[in-house]
């Protein structure tokens, strides 16, 4: 009796073994490709880091002598010094520092302004709609999806007419109404996942507009305020075209400044300038990712989710 009981199939079943030698050599296998696969794509986007980094820390005669992967043998921040303060970027040599200085002027009321019009928009689209609103919403989807190139001679005709043509004021302008449609976006398909009983319940305990969308709607945005602050102050800090079309002699911006400087011809090619320049321009950017850079995955994927 004891040899059926013991012979039955329910009782001893011929499962397969959850971890053996076999997958976990599998697993491995897995691993180890995986990891390589990361390790090639990540030395295939910093090796120009790299590059631009050591090559900013030589002088001209080890940059001449050397290879362009080789380490420096005794680093300076000269170039850095140079590129800062007394580079030339055509004909004057103040380095790029009042470039740097307008990009920051430009940048922090421009980023600040189309957030809040953005989130204000996107309140009332999902929240306070009206006839027409979804009219208004794809009017402005399509200024997402509009060549920056289009706006160029009708933009500059406003700009001329407000008196604020070639001056930071008129980037501001630029790049708030540029990046509305984004910004309007981004919190419209947030807030369309925000339950409606929210904003009816604070209705009828006598809330108004304002004191809603301060007092609920805004404490509850805080990742996609942090996708589109990051998402706002890397386009505008990193744009070209409006930089270099609507601005004036003494309201360049970073990106402009940096063309000037590698362009500006002269009798010795200092490229150990032009990477730390270049670095220099990039450095905002690089410290809000590497600073904000989780928080800004975070907030896509609230909004997908919500949205």
């Known amino acids: 009796m004891s040899t059926l009981t013991s012979s039955s199939p329910s009782r001893s079943p011929s499962r397969p073994p959850a971890s053996g030698p076999a997958s976990a050599r599998s697993l491995t296998v897995q691993r180890v490709l995986l990891w390589a696969v990361l390790l090639v794509f990540a030395f295939f986007f910093l090796l120009p880091l790299y590059v631009m980094v050591s090559t900013s820390l030589k002088g001209m005669d080890e940059v001449r002598n050397g290879t362009l992967l080789s380490v420096p043998l005794a680093p300076s921040l000269d170039a850095w010094s140079k590129a800062w303060h007394s580079a030339c970027t055509g004909t004057d040599c103040g380095g790029l520092k009042p470039f740097f200085m307008n990009s920051v002027l430009m940048v922090v009321p421009a980023v600040l302004i189309s957030t809040a019009l953005g989130a204000i928009n996107g309140y009332v689209l999902t929240k306070w709609r009206f006839r027409g609103s979804e009219l208004l919403f794809g009017l402005l989807l399509f200024g997402v999806f509009m060549p920056m190139q289009v ?4 933009m500059s005709q406003v700009l001329g007419t407000l008196g604020i043509a070639s001056s930071v004021w008129g980037l501001i302008l630029v790049h708030i109404l540029a990046g509305m449609p984004s910004t309007t976006l981004f919190f419209r398909n947030y807030y369309a ?5 929210l ?9 108004n507009f304002f004191q809603i969308f301060w007092r609920i709607v805004v404490p509850l945005s805080t990742p996609i305020l942090v996708v589109t ?3 706002q102050f890397t386009s505008i800090w990193n744009d070209f075209l409006y930089g270099v079309v609507f601005s004036g002699a003494d309201s360049k911006p970073i990106t402009v400044g940096l063309n000037n400087l590698a362009n500006t011809s002269s009798s010795v090619k200092e ?4 990477m730390a320049a270049a670095l220099i321009a990039a450095l905002p950017t690089l410290v809000v990712y590497v600073v904000a850079g989780k928080y800004f ?6 909004g997908a989710v919500k949205g």
Do not use: M, Q, S
Request: avoid cysteine; charged fraction near 20%; proline fraction near 6%.
């Open 151 to 154: 706006v160029l001679l009708p």
């Open 193 to 197: 996942g925000l339950p409606d009983e």
């Open 199 to 207: 904003i009816k319940a604070a209705t009828l305990d006598g809330a």
């Open 229 to 231: 602050l990051i998402w």
């Open 271 to 274: 490229y150990n300038v032009d």
């Open 297 to 302: 995955v975070r907030g896509l994927t609230a």
